[in-house]
């Protein structure tokens, strides 16, 4: 088991991360790191831990390993963390960061506070289904989510309805499941993820309600969506790959035994 571990405690919207920089210090097993210090109770409490690897083609490499151990393909509030921690760490305040999604380009907008922008993949729209009573529109943003449209998001029963849709038959990889309602002149979310739960935030999730709502023409681009964790914008335009934009919050560092 890997210990002496350098780590930098991040979020993006309340979206908790745990960031190892593997240039640095190569862990020998990162799914029982990642169980380990983001446990709330015995570790730091994350979702996530992100993993800043080297890469053959691009600036860096990131891997997101959830919180029970399973990799994701991507993350869009961890990508956020990621480019802060390369703008303060490397000196890049725009970087091209390798996932298994495929390159993502990264832009500091602002660091007082940081704010970050992230190119996320072509929104790529499903057949709409029912999955435990609801209709579903599934998107891929790089990862797999299904949008679920309701009159209230506080109605629903995130800690039962979540782990029934996640683990679905018929998303033998897991689901990522995002509620959407109208508040007032806007729209609020909550989300449901794969590997993690409930989070305050899910940056590429939040892309997917945004695509939905926007292809509907229920909502023009750019996009404020409102999610437990604060506000993330989403610029998107049909046939093109959607913008993400919000903070990344430095919270800490230590060495972790």
């Known amino acids: 088991m890997t210990t002496g571990v350098p780590i930098v405690k991040t979020n993006g919207t309340g979206n908790q991360f745990v960031l190892v920089d593997e240039r640095d210090t190569p862990l020998d097993d990162p799914s029982a790191f990642a169980r380990r210090v983001c446990d709330p ?4 409490g994350a979702d996530g831990v992100l993993l800043v690897e080297p890469s053959e083609r691009f ?34 305040a725009t970087a091209t960061v390798e996932t298994l999604a495929g390159p993502i380009a990264t832009r500091i907008l602002g660091r007082a506070p940081y704010r ?64 959407v309602a109208r508040a007032g002149n806007g729209w609020r979310v909550r989300h449901w993820e794969r590997g993690a739960g409930p989070t305050q935030a899910c940056g590429t999730g939040t892309v997917a309600v945004a695509a939905v709502l926007i292809a509907a023409g229920d909502a023009t681009s750019p996009l404020a969506l409102h999610v437990p964790g604060g506000v993330l914008e989403v610029t998107w335009e049909p046939g093109v790959r959607a913008t993400l934009v919000g903070d990344a919050v430095r919270e800490f560092e230590r060495v972790v035994a």
């Open 41 to 44: 109770v015995h570790g730091l």
């Open 59 to 92: 600036d860096a490499r990131m891997r997101i390993i959830n919180a029970d151990g399973s990799e994701a393909e991507m993350c869009g509030n961890g990508m956020r963390c990621v480019a802060r921690y390369l703008d303060e760490h490397d000196g890049w």
């Open 116 to 179: 970050v922008a992230v190119d996320v993949s072509l929104p790529v729209f499903g057949e709409p289904h029912f999955v435990d009573g609801y209709r579903a529109i599934p998107v891929v943003v790089g990862n797999p989510h299904v949008v679920i449209r309701v009159d209230n998001v506080d109605a629903i029963d995130l800690a039962t309805v979540g782990p029934r849709i996640e683990h679905d038959p018929q998303y033998p990889h897991g689901m990522n499941a995002h509620f």
